[in-house]
């Protein structure tokens, strides 16, 4: 497996988490990148802050999964940076650019909404209360990514149905191959 970087999101993934859950299952190949402020996520620091921690690494050999507005860390680290990656799975990703998003998230919009050149796959849930199913399917059709739809899924993170979430870790597997191609 290439090495993986979990990016959470807003107050970072507790640890019932699926990001925490694979980092606990699989400590070789999995670890999260810290951020100085969990609390009031800002771009420039946070794509600062993953792009610090890729530069140790062939980013080429890197996949990233991003949940919620770590979704928007990876495509706007992406922009900023244009460093190559083996693929991004993009768990839930939040809309920055709703009109009723939080304003103490700071710098994420406008969204960059072009097509990523790595493999990335866009996980959804039909009743994510962060993003509309509408936006997501905008998302991965501007990004180029496959999108995988979960019913009745909320914002998919700590439901007591996810877990460890091996169906995520299985696309993962599938990203793996996909930059292998």
Known sequence: MQHIFNIPGLRNSGPQHWQSHWERLHPEDCQRIIQDDWAAPECQAWTARVEEVLQAHDSQQLLLTGHSVGCATIV??????????????LVAP?????????????????LFLENLPFPSIVVASDDDPVVSLERARYFARCWGSELVVLSTAGHIEEEPRFGPWEEGWELLRRLEKMSSQ
């Not at 706007?76 to 799975?89: K, S």
């Not at 939040?94 to 406008?110: K, L, M, N, Q, T």
């Open 76 to 89: 706007n680290w992406h922009r900023r940076y244009r460093r190559p990656l083996a693929g991004a799975l």
């Open 94 to 110: 939040s809309d920055v650019e709703h009109p009723g998003y939080p304003s103490y998230i700071r710098g994420f919009a406008p």
